[in-house]
C-alpha cells in the first residue's frame, strides 16, 4: 500500500502541511470579517468626518433649502417618525396575529400550506415592487396619495414577513405544558394566548419588530416609487391646531399629509453635483445610520438577555 | 349528588342556563376572534394578489402599445423619447453585470466566512462575528449608495484611471458586501445542522479541519448553501438605491462593469422621481418594468427549490 511507503518524516511533512492550510483559511476567514468590520468603520468615521460641521441644533430643525449651509433635515426626520409610527401601528398587531394565528389555530390543510409559501415568497420579494403595489393600490384605487398614509403602510406589508416570522418563532420556543396548564384549567384557547402565550412571546416578537422597523425606516425605494417629494418644506399638520391658512386640522389630517423621510432627503443630497451637498448628506447619513445601528443593537441585546434568562 | 337533586330548584336552574348562555357567548367571541386572526394571516396572501393583480393589469395594457417581440429584442430603450424604443434587454444587461459583479464577491466571502464560523472559529469569536455581521446587513442600501459613490468609486479610480465616475463596478463591489451578511448567516446555519457524526468520522480518518469542511461538510450542507446563493441573487437583481446612486442612470446596452448603466430598479426610480401621468405609456412602462423584476427573481427562486430538491440530503 501507498501509505506503507511514506518515511515518518514525510507524514510530519504532509500532517504540516494539512495544518498549514488550516492556518491559511483561518487567517482568510478572520480577513474576510475584518473587511465587513472595516466597512462598517470606514462609512461611520467618513460620515462624522465630513458631516461633523454640520452636527448642530439648526441642522435638525431646519427645512431642506437651496443653500448647502442652511438645508436641515427637519421634515425629513419628522416624517420618518411619523411613517414609522403608521408602519408600526398597521404591522404589529397584523403581524402577531398572522403568527398566533399560524401557530396556534391553524390546522394542517392546504389553505395553512399557502399562507405559508406566500410569507417565505414575500420575504424575498424585491423591496421596489412593493413601491409598484402602493403606487396602484394605494396612491391610486384606494386614493390615499402620495401620503404618509400611503408609506405607512407600504413599509407595513414590507416588514410584516419579519414579524411573522419572529413570532412564530418566539412562540414555538414555548413549551406545550404552558398551554396544556392553562386548557386544564378551563381556559379558551383565545384566553391561553391571551395571558400566557402572548405576553411569554412579548421579547421575541419585541426583537422582531424593532429589526422590522429597522429595516423600514432605511428603505427609499417603495417610497420614492409612490412618489414621495423630495422638497418639502413644511411639517404636516399637528392635530387641533389652525395652520396659516385658517383651517383647523382634525385629529388625522397628518396621516394624508405630503412628506419626506431620512433615505429620500440622503439620496436628494447625494445625487447633487455641488460637493457642498456631500456634507449634508454625511450628516444625515449618520444620523440615518445611529438610528437604524441603534435599533439594531437593541434587538440583539434583547435576543442575548432572551437567550440567557429563559428557562421554562 | 345532592347537587344534582336540588338542580329542580328554581334558583339553581338560572345558574345553569346563566353558564350555559355565557358558555355560548363565549364560543362566539372565540370564534370571531379566530376568524380576525385568520384575516390577518391572509394579509400576506392578499399582497400577493395584490402584486401580481397591479403588474399584470398595468403590463396588459402596455402590451397594447409596444409588441412583446419589440420589448424582448429591441435594443435600445428610450421610453421617454419622441423616437419611443422600449428594448428591456438594455435594462436587464444593466442588472446582470451589477448582480453578477456583486455575486463574484459575495459569494466566496460569505461561504468563507460562513465555513470559519462553523469550523473554525470557537463561540468567543462567534458570538462577537455574528452581530457584526447582522449590523452590516442592518444598514440602509441608501447609506451603502453614498459609501459606493463617494468613497469606493474614488478609490477604485485609483487603480484603474479610466474609471467613470459612475459605474457598475463600484456600484456592483458594494452590493456584494451588503450581501454577505445574508450568505454567510443562512450558509452557517445550514453547515451548522449538518450531524456531528460525519465530521467525527471524517477526522477519525485523519483529515484536517479545512479538508473535513471542503469536502465533507460542504457538500452535506449543499442544499442549503444553494438556497442562500438564490437569495442572494434575488437581492442583488432587485436592489435598488445603490445602483440609482453609483451606477449612473442613463440606458445602456453593455456587458462592461467599467461602464455606467441603468438597471431595471434604477429606471424605476428615475421615472417614479419625475412626475408622471396616471395612465400615461410612461407610468406603465414601470409597471413592465417590475414584472420583469418579478420574473427574474420567480426564475431564480424555481431553480433554488429544484436545486434544493436534488440535492437535499437526510439525515
Given amino acids: 500500500m501507498q501509505a506503507n511507503i511514506l518515511t515518518t518524516e514525510q507524514i510530519r511533512a504532509l500532517i504540516a502541511k494539512g495544518k498549514l492550510k488550516d492556518a491559511v483559511f483561518k487567517a482568510v476567514g478572520i480577513f474576510c470579517l475584518a473587511i465587513a468590520l472595516l466597512v462598517i468603520v470606514l462609512l461611520v468615521s467618513d460620515m462624522v468626518m465630513k458631516g461633523s460641521e454640520r452636527f448642530t441644533v439648526d441642522f435638525f430643525m431646519n427645512f431642506a433649502s437651496r443653500r448647502a449651509t442652511q438645508a436641515g433635515i427637519l421634515s425629513a426626520w419628522v416624517g420618518s417618525l411619523l411613517v414609522m409610527l403608521v408602519t408600526a401601528l398597521a404591522a404589529v398587531p397584523l403581524g402577531v396575529a398572522a403568527g398566533v394565528y399560524l401557530e396556534e389555530y391553524a390546522k394542517r390543510n392546504w389553505i395553512t400550506e399557502l399562507i405559508e409559501i406566500n410569507i417565505t415568497n414575500l420575504a424575498a420579494v424585491p423591496s421596489i415592487v412593493y413601491g409598484l403595489l402602493a403606487l396602484g393600490i394605494f396612491v391610486y384605487q384606494f386614493g390615499f396619495g402620495q401620503s404618509i398614509l400611503s408609506a405607512g403602510l407600504t413599509l407595513a406589508l414590507l416588514i410584516l414577513p419579519i414579524i411573522i416570522v419572529s413570532t412564530r418563532e418566539a412562540i414555538r420556543a414555548i413549551p406545550a405544558m404552558i398551554r396544556e396548564g392553562s386548557m386544564a384549567v378551563g381556559a379558551t384557547r383565545w384566553q391561553t394566548c391571551r395571558y400566557h402565550i402572548i405576553p411569554y412571546a412579548m421579547p421575541g416578537i419585541l426583537t422582531g419588530v424593532i429589526i422590522g422597523l429597522a429595516r423600514a425606516i432605511g428603505e427609499t425605494a417603495p417610497i420614492i416609487t409612490i412618489g414621495a417629494l423630495t422638497f418639502i418644506a413644511f411639517l404636516p399638520p399637528v392635530p387641533y391646531t389652525t395652520g396659516t391658512d385658517g383651517v383647523t386640522a382634525g385629529m388625522f389630517d397628518w396621516v394624508m399629509s405630503p412628506f419626506t423621510v431620512m433615505p429620500i432627503q440622503i439620496f436628494n443630497w447625494t445625487s447633487r453635483p455641488d460637493p457642498a451637498f456631500e456634507v449634508n448628506a454625511a450628516a444625515a447619513g449618520f444620523v440615518l445610520m445611529a438610528m437604524v445601528l441603534s435599533m439594531n443593537a437593541v434587538a440583539i441585546y434583547l435576543r442575548y438577555k432572551m437567550r440567557k434568562n429563559i428557562k421554562w | ?315
Avoid at chain 2, 6 to 29: C, F, G, K, Q
Avoid at chain 2, 137 to 157: D, K
Avoid at chain 2, 190 to 212: D, F, K, N, W
Fill in chain 2, 1 to 315: 349528588m345532592n347537587h344534582a337533586m336540588s338542580a329542580n330548584n328554581t334558583s339553581d336552574l338560572h345558574v345553569v342556563s346563566d353558564r350555559l348562555s355565557r358558555n355560548a357567548m363565549r364560543n362566539i367571541s372565540e370564534r370571531v376572534i379566530e376568524a380576525l386572526l385568520f384575516a390577518a394571516a391572509a394579509v400576506s396572501v392578499l399582497t400577493t394578489i395584490g402584486i401580481v393583480y397591479v403588474l399584470v393589469s398595468e403590463s396588459v395594457q402596455f402590451f397594447q402599445h409596444v409588441s412583446i417581440i419589440d420589448f424582448l429584442t429591441d435594443t435600445q430603450w428610450t421610453p421617454l423619447f419622441d423616437d419611443a424604443h422600449f428594448g428591456i434587454m438594455v435594462l436587464i444587461s444593466g442588472t446582470l453585470v451589477s448582480s453578477l459583479v456583486a455575486l463574484i464577491v459575495a459569494i466566496p466571502m460569505g461561504t468563507i466566512i460562513a465555513i470559519y464560523l462553523s469550523e473554525f472559529a470557537g463561540s468567543k469569536v462567534r458570538e462577537v462575528a455574528k452581530p457584526i455581521l447582522e449590523l452590516l446587513g442592518g444598514i440602509p442600501t441608501i447609506v451603502f449608495g453614498y459609501f459606493a459613490l463617494l468613497m469606493v468609486t474614488p478609490l477604485l479610480q485609483k487603480i484603474l484611471p479610466g474609471l467613470p465616475g459612475f459605474s457598475l463596478l463600484s456600484a456592483g463591489l458594494v452590493m456584494g458586501i451588503m450581501i454577505v451578511p445574508y450568505i454567510a448567516s443562512l450558509s452557517e446555519d445550514a453547515m451548522r445542522a449538518v450531524p456531528m457524526s460525519l465530521r467525527e468520522g471524517s477526522y477519525a480518518m485523519g483529515s484536517t479541519r479545512l479538508y473535513t469542511a471542503i469536502h465533507v461538510v460542504v457538500p452535506a450542507a449543499f442544499s442549503g448553501l444553494a438556497a442562500s446563493y438564490i437569495l442572494a441573487i434575488s437581492r442583488a437583481v432587485g436592489e435598488t438605491m445603490i445602483l440609482a446612486v453609483a451606477a449612473g442612470m442613463q440606458p445602456n446596452l453593455t456587458a462592461n462593469p467599467m461602464e455606467p448603466a441603468a438597471t431595471i430598479t434604477s429606471f424605476i426610480v428615475q421615472v417614479a422621481l419625475g412626475d408622471l401621468p396616471h395612465g400615461s405609456i410612461g407610468y406603465q412602462t414601470i409597471f413592465a418594468a417590475g414584472l420583469t423584476l418579478i420574473m427574474i427573481t420567480l426564475m431564480f427562486n424555481i431553480l433554488g427549490q429544484w436545486l434544493r430538491r436534488r440535492f437535499r440530503e437526510n439525515y
